[in-house]
């Protein structure tokens, strides 16, 4: 059984930052694509990040160059480490997995529960 547990949200005021974790188990973090999706109130999930089997990064609109994603795979793990964070940041973040760098991107097969992100002074 696949599992995706993330951790590491809460709550951090603007300007601040956030490291995000996802431990994968019944797969090998390593062997498959990994992203980070999020969903604000009212508002379609987005896809944030994601990181290929081969360690090719994809970053989309404004969180480029204020997030970065990375895998430890010792760890079984994925990070979101997010810098500089707005309001506009608030969200619930799930970590995703798939066997395939397109589907990924699109409709994972694996998800995480959810991990809230609420930025605010």
């Known amino acids: 059984q696949v599992q995706l547990v993330e951790g590491g949200g809460g709550l951090v005021q603007p300007g601040g930052s956030l490291r995000l974790s996802c431990t994968a188990s019944?797969?090998?973090?390593?062997?498959?694509?990994m992203g980070w999706y999020r969903q604000a109130p009212g508002k379609q999930r987005e896809l944030v990040a994601v990181i290929s089997s081969g360690g090719m990064l994809m970053y989309v609109g404004s969180m480029k160059g204020r997030f970065t994603i990375s895998r430890d795979s010792a760890k079984n793990t994925v990070y979101l480490q997010m810098f500089n964070l707005k309001p506009e940041d608030t969200a619930v973040y799930y970590c995703?997995?798939?066997?395939?760098?397109?589907?990924?991107?699109?409709?994972?097969?694996?998800w995480g529960q959810g991990t809230q992100v609420t930025v605010s002074s």
């Open positions: 019944g797969i090998s973090s390593s062997a498959y694509a």
């Open positions: 995703c997995a798939d066997i395939s760098w397109s589907v990924v991107r699109v409709t994972p097969q694996y």
